[in-house]
């Protein structure tokens, strides 16, 4: 499955729940979350996502409430 990164603010999120949602099953878009980065301090979430789609990982995050700044397809060294 091919593999994205997005970045977003982190607002409201806690490393709790991005910790969390690090272990969520695939949702109804077909995404799940390879890895989560995030910064507090610049207010930064960086996710590392297997999707069918770029449209998917938009979906995924609309249905959060959030807006993501850019999506990039992506390859990775991990397997």
Known sequence: MP????THEMG????EMLKKL???????????HHDILYSKESNK????LNAPS???????????GI???WIQEVDSTRA
């Open 22 to 32: 690090q272990s969520a099953p695939k949702d109804k878009f077909g995404v799940t």
């Open 3 to 6: 593999k994205y990164i997005d």
């Open 67 to 69: 807006e993501c700044e």
């Open 12 to 15: 409201s999120l806690t490393p």
């Open 54 to 64: 770029k449209e998917a990982v938009a979906h995924h995050h609309e249905q959060a």
């Open 45 to 48: 979430v960086f996710c590392v």
